[in-house]
T-cell receptor, first 113, second 113 residues
Framework: ETGVTQTPRHLVMGMTNKKSLKCEQH?????MYWYKQSAKKPLELMFV???????ENNSVPSRFSPECPNSSHLFLHLHTLQPEDSALYLC????????????FGEGSWLTVV | AQSVTQPDIHITVSEGASLELRCNYS??????LFWYVQSPGQGLQLLLK??????LVQGIKGFEAEFKRSQSSFNLRKPSVHWSDAAEYFC???????????FGTGTSLTVIP
């Protein structure tokens, strides 16, 4: 499935760095998502963007900042991260509305040192 | 609140044996139901989905799942497992309003020769 593309696939950053993860979907969808997947933990929804709503998980620290300039692109801006933020970050998209399906990218592996 | 339970954290089966992965959900109405598979270091790939109609749905790679309303379950099955099926399997639920998907904690499948 190459409908959702994430870059970079791997990122190593120091705690004082500022970096961004990029996601692009080629499926004509109008909802996009960021999920965090840590070892031994459930998938954690971080943010949802759609025409109808923007949803934020209130437990996500402010050092993660999403940006959705249009329905095809989604960014996750990272600054002053902590080692516990090391995880696989998954971008996904869906058609929006009821009865739709969510499709995932390959993920971006983030290591904070 | 909606929730998804996958009671089996890890399952080991022999190659060629049958497989059933359990999924139970909590939701007041009939949800939209999904199974995804994740190979190591990859994103989640859709195996199959149920929206309405026939409660037995067929998916890719020889998988099927059956929706049982009375048991609030959507168990995944495969009659004969192949070594390449070793992966993490996630059940997911979406309500008929909004854009949020709820994932189970996953079941890790090991296939032994």
């Amino acid at each position: 499935e190459t409908g959702v593309t994430q870059t970079p696939r791997h990122l190593v950053m120091g705690m004082t760095n500022k970096k961004s993860l990029k996601c692009e979907q080629h499926l004509g969808h109008n909802a996009m998502y960021w999920y965090k997947q840590s070892a031994k933990k459930p998938l954690e929804l971080m943010f949802v963007y759609s025409l109808e709503e923007r949803v934020e998980n209130n437990s996500v620290p402010s050092r993660f900042s999403p940006e959705c300039p249009n329905s095809s692109h989604l960014f996750l801006h990272l600054h002053t991260l902590q080692p516990e933020d090391s995880a696989l970050y998954l971008c996904a998209s869906s058609e929006g509305g009821s009865g739709n399906t969510i499709y995932f990218g390959e993920g971006s592996w983030l290591t904070v040192v | 609140a909606q929730s998804v339970t996958q009671p089996d954290i890890h399952i080991t089966v022999s190659e060629g044996a049958s497989l059933e992965l359990r999924c139970n959900y909590s939701y007041g109405a009939t949800p939209y139901l999904f199974w995804y598979v994740q190979s190591p270091g990859q994103g989640l790939q859709l195996l199959l989905k149920y929206f309405s109609g026939d409660t037995l749905v067929q998916g890719i790679k020889g998988f099927e799942a059956e929706f049982k309303r009375s048991q609030s379950s959507f168990n995944l099955r495969k009659p004969s497992v192949h070594w390449s099926d070793a992966a993490e399997y996630f059940c997911a639920v979406k309500t008929n309003t909004g854009n949020q998907f709820y994932f189970g904690t996953g079941t890790s499948l090991t296939v032994i020769p």
